[in-house]
């Protein structure tokens, strides 16, 4: 993807705590296609979205598949949302037989990441360059079959005046794909503030595994949803991939917990020798 400003990629994710792209024409057609059959799916019965059910692969303490969150809370979404990979492609294709709608909707999520790759991999060697980061496109390039397709549905009909709590993503870095209605915002470590997306363009935004990589120079960025109007009455559909540095370590779920129950901005100016001691060592540091 390129930038749409005269800066480098490290620089200007570093400092704006992401940087603005270029939509790539190429990947229109397969975004749309993906985001209907997205729509298909979601307007299906309960009992058939469970035939992709969510299957959770204890490397990652993430998984595969369709998940229904409907507890509310100060930190839980009331959605319903899906993550592909590749990976699990044989699996999740093999039990879309039981629908035309939920196969389309698989092929269409491998189409998309196979259309993206190119692309994401030439940002990452960017990013390489840029930041002095050796290997860092390899090893995206070689993690291709853990790229995280997560199409997100947030539910109508309530009065929450946010849908997606603030934290940090734990992959490298996350592509914002698609957004039916406003509302991504990011804290500058002051404010919230909206992300530039609009027609034509879109954001790249750093992950707890950045700043890991980078040595703490890039910080991972907080979001969060917010609902307007709109949103609280219609829902409002999205979709975004994680890129999983897979060589990298892993932040620490099980002895930190989630990040959205860690204070806001706590990786914000965090020493990175302290920063460091969140992680463990990835299962797939040898492939």
């Known amino acids: 993807m390129n930038s749409s400003k005269d800066t480098h990629e490290f620089e200007a994710i570093k400092k704006n705590r992401h940087v603005e792209v270029e939509y790539p024409p190429e990947l229109l057609a397969p975004i749309q296609r993906n985001t209907q059959a997205w729509s298909d799916l979601c307007a299906l019965s309960p009992e058939i979205k469970q035939k992709l059910r969510f299957v959770e692969d204890p490397r990652y303490l993430d998984g595969e598949g369709y998940e229904l969150k409907t507890t509310p809370g100060d930190n839980l979404d009331l959605k319903e949302n899906f993550h592909f990979t590749l990976s699990a492609y044989e699996r999740l294709a093999e039990s879309a037989k039981a629908h035309p709608v939920l196969q389309e909707f698989i092929e269409s999520s491998r189409s998309l990441i196979e259309s993206s ?7 990452a060697s ?18 291709k079959n853990r790229w995280i397709l997560r199409n997100l549905h947030y539910f109508p ?20 794909l698609f957004e039916d209605k406003p509302g991504l915002e990011f804290y500058d470590g002051v404010n919230w503030q909206p992300f530039p997306t609009g027609p034509g363009h879109t954001v790249i935004l750093p992950d707890i595994q ?24 219609q829902g409002r559909k999205s979709a975004v991939m994680f890129i999983p540095f897979h060589k990298t370590p892993y932040f620490d779920k099980v002895r930190f917990g989630r990040q959205q129950d860690l204070p806001l901005g706590f990786n914000y100016g965090m020493p990175f020798e302290k920063f460091r001691e969140m992680f463990r060592d990835s299962p797939f540091q040898e492939g």
């Open 117 to 123: 790759a190119e692309r994401i991999v030439a940002f």
């Open 126 to 143: 960017e990013l390489e360059i840029s930041g002095n980061m050796p290997g860092l496109a390899d090893e995206v390039a070689s993690g």
């Open 157 to 176: 009909g309530h009065d929450q005046d946010i849908v997606a709590g603030a934290h940090t993503d734990k992959a490298g870095f996350t592509l914002h």
């Open 210 to 233: 950045m700043q890991y990589r980078s040595g703490g120079l890039i910080e991972a960025t907080w979001h969060r949803v917010v609902a307007n109007a709109d949103v609280k009455a």
